[in-house]
């Protein structure tokens, strides 16, 4: 069976204590066997079973809606199993030939979750990694930091911190790195230097965004870093940029007022 590949345990919480997802899980496994042991011997009984097999399939995939602190769990057990379709022209002969592995092809899902269990972390640890890691960061340098491309991970992180910046400024400063960030946190017309904070703490935020450009902007996608060493620059990033939402940036003389901003888009792995 061609399957999707396996939903990864990192970046994935527990919204619940692990002992009480493993027991459910089990017993979502059981009644799915369940299906499989019994022969469909006319049309009837055919289609019975593929109501049951449809109220398993929601029922379970609300029950782990309730146990992982991500959606995608969920969507991810109903999402279509790809299988050898059978040839037969008989509808019925052709339910009995597909049911079976459409049925195991989610058991081996839940399986796989199972054995996810022992390794993703619960309250209160899972709440800590989800705090760690920035939505925008993670969408935009995972991809490349799970392939093993540190380097290229660090680069698109750098990119996001500094697309977030110049959305922020609406585009008004041409600059890039260090110099927008200066430019943007000027004290006398800069428009990300708060006036609900001191002059001092807009120089400190400046001052670490301007060295996180120094250090990191202008690397090339194949710089060498350690997984470790990654690791610690995304959370820095993610640090920098949940920095910059807590940012009102300063109205325009005359300007309307703007409507408040869309609510920051989640994990596709670590949604509360």
Not at 3 to 31: C, H, N, Y
Not at 124 to 147: N, Q, S, T
Request: aromatic fraction near 8%; charged fraction near 25%; include cysteine.
């Amino acid at each position: 069976m061609n399957q999707l590949p396996p939903v990864p345990a990192i970046g994935l919480t527990l919204a619940v204590p692990k002992e009480r997802v493993e027991q459910a899980i089990d017993e979502m496994i059981l009644r799915g066997r369940s299906l499989l042991q019994r022969k469909a011997e006319s049309r009837e009984m055919m289609d019975q079973l593929k109501r049951h097999n449809w109220d398993w399939v929601v029922q379970t995939s609300n029950s782990l809606k309730e146990y992982f602190s991500s959606e995608s769990v969920s969507l991810y057990f109903a999402s279509n199993v790809y299988i050898q379709p059978s040839l037969k022209l008989d509808e019925f002969e052709r339910d009995l030939d597909e049911f079976p592995p459409i049925v195991m092809g989610r058991l081996d899902r839940l399986n796989g979750f199972r054995k996810m269990v022992a390794v993703i972390p619960e309250p209160p640890c899972g709440d800590y990694i989800d705090a760690l890691v920035h939505p925008r960061i993670y969408h935009a340098a995972w991809k490349a930091f799970e392939l093993g491309q540190h380097g290229q991970a660090i680069v698109l992180a750098v990119k996001e911190i500094e697309d977030a910046i110049s959305l922020l400024v609406s585009g008004n400063i041409n600059a890039t790195g260090v110099e927008l960030v200066r430019q943007a946190f000027d004290q006398e017309n800069g428009p990300l230097a708060s006036l609900e904070s001191t002059a001092q703490e807009n120089l400190g935020i400046s001052d670490l965004l301007a060295g996180f450009f120094e250090r990191y902007k202008g690397l090339p996608g194949n710089a060498p870093f350690s997984v470790a060493q990654t690791a610690r620059v995304l959370s820095l990033a993610s640090y920098l940029m949940s920095t910059l939402e807590a940012i009102h940036p300063r109205q325009a003389e005359g300007a309307e007022e703007q409507a408040p901003p869309e609510q920051p888009y989640e994990f596709e792995f670590l949604k509360e």
